[in-house]
């Protein structure tokens, strides 16, 4: 059969397929929820009506990443030992930016916290039963209030996890679509971080089974297998959402790794620059691995890869503020893209107003026009960058058009040059010798 390895990312989406004769084909196409399944018709040659033969498929994917990012993922409500209903929300009382004098808070992943009458102690003694009666009442009224999915974390849950199991039962008999339970989601001492990924996973995992379900029912009589944080492939029924944050940055440090092997070098540094961010790990013959990480302002604990991710990429846009130059951390992403790829509305109205680090590229002479697969407009990236000379002057600085873009692209390069120095020297590792 078919073999296939997608890359969904932010903007783009890259496909690559085996035929059975071992011919390899190759194809890029706007990310979106179809596009998987479009660069596989587009490498198979058939259009989007035709049924997809039996093939295999193995792909990493940021749509949980991007979920978190944006706090797209699925309503769902915390069910937790009584006593404990603010535990997640105070957490560990780190504060992210020690000398900020105004702390912003991230926003909380549950809609609504409710308190269950349950406890066991430490050393598995029932200290309160679970009250099934009042806890089924209390199930079907959030049912009826509209609620699918649900998070459950009690005390203790990690050693002594009769009360979850029951309640997990309960609530599935109820007809909960989706139920996270901290013991089975993260089996570990630590009831805040414990907690946090549970209500994570209960936030991105039906998210992602119902994307799954979208794609198998595309994929009749097909194998598809997910990469994991972790740079582990597994099932797609298997795939949760905390086990799905560095979905498809860990497939490109496993790469690196290969390739390095392949030509004998054991020490590398992954560089993988794309429209939305760039990734960088470093790997001398064992991936290094994190368990327990901060994503989006939510501690996850789940063993990932070591990747430092900064937002630096093709699509990051470049502005002028505050008097000075700015690129990133916005992306213009696929839509509305950069400016010179000008896309316009139903009206006809362009649909980017900002300039991008590949307009810049363009600008400059390192994107060649003649050789991108559709036209460019470079006359809307001179006039932009044209205008933001001027606004220098007015400030007092006097950068010609070129001086402008050649610093867009310095601001972009430091950024990047910066994540590889927290990978490796800041790390106290000597990179002379490792391959880039």
């Known amino acids: 059969m078919w073999r296939f390895w997608i890359d969904r990312g932010g903007t783009f989406t890259d496909c690559i397929g085996v035929s059975p004769e071992g011919e390899t084909h190759v194809m890029k196409v706007l990310s979106s929820d179809e596009a998987?399944?479009?660069?596989?018709?587009?490498?198979?040659?058939?259009?989007?009506?035709?049924?997809?033969?039996?093939?295999?498929?193995?792909?990493?994917?940021?749509?949980?990443?991007?979920?978190?990012?944006?706090?797209?993922g699925r309503e769902h409500t915390l069910l937790i030992t009584k006593g404990f209903s603010d535990a997640l929300e105070i957490g560990t009382q780190q504060r992210s930016k020690l000398f900020d004098l105004r702390i912003k808070k991230p926003s909380l992943l549950y809609s609504r916290v409710i308190e269950i009458?349950?406890?066991?102690?430490?050393?598995?003694?029932i200290l309160q039963p679970l009250d099934e009666d009042?806890?089924?009442?209390?199930?079907?009224?959030?049912?009826?209030?509209?609620?699918?999915?649900?998070?459950?974390?009690?005390?203790?849950?990690?050693a002594f996890p009769q009360h979850e199991i029951r309640l997990a039962e309960m609530a599935r008999e109820v007809g909960y679509t989706h139920v996270s339970s901290s013991h089975e989601v993260c089996p570990e001492i630590g009831f805040t971080s414990r907690g946090d990924t549970t209500v994570a996973d209960a936030y991105?995992?039906?998210?992602?089974?119902?994307?799954?379900?979208?794609?198998?029912?595309?994929?009749?009589?097909s194998i598809l297998k997910m990469m994991q944080s972790s740079g582990g492939l597994i099932e797609a029924e298997r795939f949760r959402g905390h086990?799905?944050?560095?979905?498809?940055?860990?497939?490109?440090?496993?790469?690196?790794?290969?390739?390095?092997?392949?030509f004998g070098i054991s020490r590398v540094v992954g560089f993988d620059m794309g429209g939305t961010s760039t990734d960088v790990s470093r790997?001398?013959?064992?991936?290094?691995?994190?368990?327990?990480?901060?994503?989006?302002?939510?501690?996850?604990?789940?063993?990932?890869?070591?990747?430092?991710?900064?937002a630096a990429g093709g699509g990051s846009l470049c502005r002028f503020h505050g008097g000075r130059l700015q690129s990133g951390p916005e992306s213009a992403g696929s839509d509305p893209g950069p400016l010179s790829y000008g896309l316009v509305d139903d009206r006809g109205k362009l649909r980017a107003t900002d300039?991008?680090?590949?307009?810049?590229?363009?600008?400059?002479?390192?994107?060649?026009?003649?050789?991108f697969p559709f036209?460019?407009?470079?006359?809307?990236?001179?006039?932009?960058?044209?205008?933001?000379?001027?606004?220098?002057?007015?400030?007092?600085?006097?950068?010609?058009?070129?001086?402008?873009?050649?610093g867009f692209l310095q601001i972009t390069n430091l950024n990047m040059a910066q994540a590889i120095k927290e990978i490796s020297v800041m790390r106290g590792h000597d990179v002379r010798e490792d391959l880039l």
Not at 52 to 72: H, Q
Not at 206 to 221: A, F, I, S, T
Not at 290 to 299: K, S
């Open 36 to 72: 998987p399944l479009t660069g596989i018709r587009s490498i198979l040659g058939i259009d989007g009506s035709a049924s997809i033969p039996p093939c295999e498929v193995k792909m990493g994917t940021t749509v949980a990443t991007n979920a978190l990012l944006e706090r797209k």
């Open 355 to 371: 300039l991008t680090v590949t307009d810049v590229n363009l600008f400059l002479g390192r994107i060649l026009p003649e050789n």
């Open 204 to 221: 991105l995992t039906p998210l992602l089974v119902d994307y799954l379900n979208h794609l198998k029912r595309e994929l009749p009589g």
């Open 283 to 310: 790997y001398d013959g064992g991936f290094e691995r994190v368990y327990e990480t901060e994503t989006a302002g939510v501690r996850i604990k789940a063993p990932m890869i070591r990747i430092h991710t900064v």
């Open 117 to 125: 009458e349950e406890r066991i102690s430490a050393h598995g003694d």
């Open 375 to 406: 036209d460019l407009k470079p006359d809307r990236v001179d006039q932009r960058i044209q205008a933001i000379s001027e606004r220098c002057r007015e400030d007092g600085e006097n950068l010609t058009p070129e001086e402008v873009a050649e």
């Open 243 to 262: 086990n799905s944050i560095l979905s498809g940055p860990a497939a490109g440090v496993v790469a690196c790794a290969r390739v390095g092997e392949r």
């Open 134 to 158: 009042s806890v089924r009442e209390q199930l079907i009224d959030l049912q009826n209030e509209g609620v699918e999915n649900l998070a459950i974390v009690f005390l203790h849950a990690f």
